[in-house]
């Protein structure tokens, strides 16, 4: 069973996901390391989901970061290797669309990479739509956005 937790970027099982989640993306980044790591700065990100399994360790994270008074950007989702493919990751994603709704936030944007079509995948499976980059990514070759309006 995974359990979720609401809380924010100083939680210690956050920090140590995201941790993880840069040595993993760092396979992807290559030149571009020091652009998408100011970008990947979790100081700004208020609002963020741990998941545990069953024995109360972390699997799991996402944050919502204010982009606009109306949007809510999607950051630093990321499940452990071996707990990927078994519905976390939209858990995960529900939560943060549900958390930015109940903000009166009306849409969530994000960003992944060119390179990680099982990401792409999953936003479209999630009903993201593909849109033109947005803010400091406007210019990201290796980048990929996307948006999904909120009910």
């Given at each position: 069973?995974?359990?979720?937790?609401?809380?924010?970027?100083?939680?210690?099982?956050?920090?140590?996901?995201?941790?993880?989640?840069?040595?993993?993306?760092?396979?992807?980044?290559?030149?571009?390391e020091s652009f998408?790591?100011?970008?990947?700065?979790?100081?700004?990100?208020?609002?963020?989901?741990?998941?545990?399994?069953?024995?109360?360790?972390?699997?799991?994270?996402?944050?919502?970061?204010?982009?606009?008074?109306?949007?809510?950007?999607?950051?630093?989702?990321?499940?452990?290797p071996n707990y990927?493919?078994?519905?976390?990751?939209?858990?995960?994603?529900?939560?943060?669309?549900?958390?930015?709704?109940?903000?009166?936030?009306?849409?969530?944007?994000?960003?992944?990479?060119?390179?990680?079509?099982?990401?792409?995948?999953?936003?479209?499976?999630?009903?993201?739509?593909?849109?033109?980059?947005?803010?400091?990514?406007?210019?990201?070759?290796?980048?990929?956005?996307?948006?999904?309006?909120?009910?």
């Amino acid at each position: 069973m995974t359990t979720i937790k609401r809380t924010n970027s100083d939680n210690l099982d956050f920090i140590k996901l995201v941790k993880e989640l840069d040595i993993d993306l760092g396979v992807y980044y290559k030149e571009e390391e020091s652009f998408y790591g100011e970008l990947n700065n979790i100081d700004k990100i208020k609002h963020t989901i741990v998941a545990y399994n069953k024995e109360d360790e972390p699997i799991g994270c996402g944050g919502i970061k204010e982009f606009s008074i109306k949007e809510i950007e999607i950051k630093r989702m990321y499940i452990k290797p071996n707990y990927r493919g078994q519905g976390i990751a939209s858990i995960i994603l529900n939560e943060l669309e549900n958390w930015s709704s109940e903000l009166n936030y009306e849409k969530c944007i994000l960003e992944t990479l060119k390179e990680k079509p099982y990401a792409i995948a999953f936003y479209e499976k999630n009903k993201y739509n593909e849109i033109s980059n947005f803010g400091e990514y406007a210019k990201a070759k290796n980048s990929v956005c996307f948006e999904k309006t909120l009910k």
